[in-house]
């Protein structure tokens, strides 16, 4: 995997002249007990989550250093990173690992003008993830529970946020990990139980 990443970011700088902007978004998940989980499908969702974001991070952050330029690194993560998730142990392990990366990266990175920043996003309304998680009415009812600010996220609202961050607008940020889950890793996570509405 690492030699596939390393010739991608060589095919995408020879057709583009540069890489300014790399988003780690790959992501792999399934709700599992930590003690039904098996070492392969632990292997396979830390491969693609924390292995695969390092693999990209170091193939085109070697590129933004030898350009002199600098870059922008975004990496896509989630909130259980902190709070750990039942039933997504291999996902919130790897996706913990990423933030320390984030904030390693930003430091060891900086002096080549090179920022690494993350978004946690909460759920998000989204053919994928989304129609797994919840992936009937009372499951949806449920997880809305959980978000005070009583709706799920959208993909745009992610997507100016992602802009921001990697623009010169957010010039002195670096580090960070900016969460966008309407104060839901606030109370009881993603996947706990619905949340007391007084």
């Given amino acids: 995997m690492p030699e596939q990443v390393e010739r991608l970011s060589e095919e995408a700088a020879r057709r583009l002249g540069s890489i300014d902007i790399l988003v ?6 399934f709700i599992c007990p930590a003690e039904k989980l098996s070492p392969n499908g632990w292997n396979a969702v830390v491969d693609i989550v924390l ?23 975004l990496n896509i993560v989630a909130t259980y990173a902190w709070t750990g998730g039942p039933g ?28 690494v920043n993350a978004i946690a996003p ?18 949806r009812r449920a997880m809305l529970g959980t978000v005070p600010r009583g ?19 957010a010039d002195f940020v670096t580090g960070e990990v900016l969460v966008m ?18």
Avoid at 91 to 115: D, F, H, N, Q
Avoid at 124 to 134: F, I, N
């Fill in 151 to 169: 709706r799920i996220g959208t993909p745009e609202e992610i997507a100016r946020a992602s802009a921001y961050l990697v623009s010169d607008y």
């Fill in 24 to 29: 780690n978004n790959a992501a792999g998940n």
């Fill in 88 to 115: 997504t142990i291999h996902s919130a392990c790897a996706k913990a690992g990423v933030v320390c990366m984030t904030r390693t990266l930003a430091v060891e990175w900086a002096p080549y003008k090179i920022r």
């Fill in 122 to 139: 909460g759920p998000v309304e989204t053919e994928g993830a989304g129609s797994k998680l919840w992936a009937t009415p009372e499951a």
């Fill in 51 to 73: 292995n695969g974001a390092f693999y990209c991070s170091r193939a085109v952050g070697l590129r933004m250093i030898e350009s002199g330029r600098g870059g922008n690194i």
């Fill in 181 to 198: 889950d309407g104060g839901q890793w606030l109370g009881k996570g993603m996947f706990g139980e619905e949340r007391a509405r007084r």
